[in-house]
């Protein structure tokens, strides 16, 4: 059992009241220079507050009064740490290892403190912003606002960790650099499909081909936009299923934005029977052009086709092509509905009949 000296309690107390009566005058003027530094954080936050309320009274929701009001936080703890430091310095510290790492663990929690106070600060600018784009541009400009926020703070991250690997644990960032560069053109080569994934993102979210919400086909699979990310884009398929298709695929597929059209073309076509008369087959092709001239929405974009195009083998054919001025397919199925409806109610009034597949058998009696 080693043995430990006996340090009697006396012996303690005398010591300590002799280190305090030795340097009561430091410890005062650190306690005073702290309290003064918390004071002097007190009247910041107030003013940054009342600045904040004061600008946004003016101008609800602008940019400055927001950043008032998100950098009070950061800046406390900055004003905070830097009156811990200078009461430290006042203190009798003598050993040259603690006062090393004193200076060490100041700029190491300083540097993470800046880096969450730049978030913050980057977080309300990109909810600014977002803010102020009008409603059709809105969710486009998330994708996008979104995307370089994340990039900006990786990149805030990755500056900050190598500033402390230098400043703090005074590492060879040089050769840090070195290394991970041929690191990470070895993880290129190995992640080549997630690296087109990353840029198939920046790719559909600035060439904004479709925005969320948007019913769209891409390849062979057709749905409306959920959500992009940067591995892949969401679509849900009319069935009900969640497709994830990778950002790559997207990118280079052709894509069909049906939301984005201004109308919806159609085609139809109508046979009656080859007993209908030249007569009887103008009046059909008068009677649909009536209908069609009844519906306001049929003659939005261009005045409707009707003509007399094809003897088929058991039709005589009329196609009708309409542009239906929306780009909604339930108002343009309604209104296909009761186009349909008027003319099988017209056309039963006029005595003309509808064609059907049907086969003509002649029986030769040879004797």
């Known amino acids: ?63 400055p009064a927001q950043l008032c009001t998100s950098v009070i936080r950061p ?59 009008t409603q059709a541009q809105k969710a486009q400009q998330v994708l996008m606002t979104d995307l370089i926020r994340r990039l900006l703070m990786a990149l805030l991250w990755f500056l900050t960790f190598f500033f402390l690997l230098q400043n703090v644990f005074s590492l060879n960032v040089s050769a840090l650099l070195a290394g991970a560069g041929v690191i990470g053109l070895a993880l290129a080569f190995a992640a080549q499909n997630t690296v087109a994934n990353l840029f198939g993102a920046v790719s559909l979210i600035g060439d904004s081909p479709f925005k969320i919400g948007d019913w769209v086909k891409i390849g062979d699979q057709e749905g409306l936009v959920e959500a992009i990310g940067l591995r892949s884009m969401r679509l849900r398929a009319f069935t009900g299923e969640l497709l994830v298709i990778p950002n790559r695929i997207a990118a280079d597929a052709v894509i069909i934005n049906n939301t984005d059209r201004k109308h919806i073309r159609q085609t139809l076509n109508i046979g009656v029977t080859y007993s209908t008369s030249p007569e009887k087959m103008r009046e059909a092709m008068d009677i649909i052009k009536e209908i069609l001239d009844s519906r306001p929405i049929c003659n939005k974009v261009r005045p409707p086709i009707i003509v007399f195009n094809e003897m088929k083998d058991w039709s005589l054919n009329i196609m009708v092509i309409i542009w239906f001025g929306t780009s909604d397919l339930a108002q343009k199925n309604a209104e296909l509905s009761e186009l349909h409806l008027q003319i099988l109610e017209r056309f039963n009034q006029a005595g003309i009949d509808f064609a059907f597949p049907s086969n003509t058998t002649y029986l030769v009696n040879q004797k």
């Open 1 to 63: 059992m080693p043995n430990f000296p006996d340090i009697h309690p006396t012996i303690v107390l005398h010591s300590s009241q002799s280190w305090l009566s030795l340097h009561w005058p430091q410890l005062l003027l650190a306690l005073g220079i702290l309290v003064g530094c918390l004071a002097a954080l007190w009247l910041l936050r107030s003013l940054l507050t009342r600045l904040g309320k004061h600008l946004d009274a003016q101008k609800p929701g602008n940019l």
């Open 75 to 133: 800046v406390t703890w900055i004003g905070l740490l830097v009156g811990i430091r200078l009461s430290l310095t006042i203190l009798p510290i003598t050993s040259p290892i603690a006062l090393l790492w004193i200076d060490r663990g100041f700029i190491c929690v300083i540097a993470i403190v800046l880096a969450i106070g730049i978030n913050f600060l980057l977080n309300t600018f990109c909810k600014w912003l977002i803010q102020h784009e």
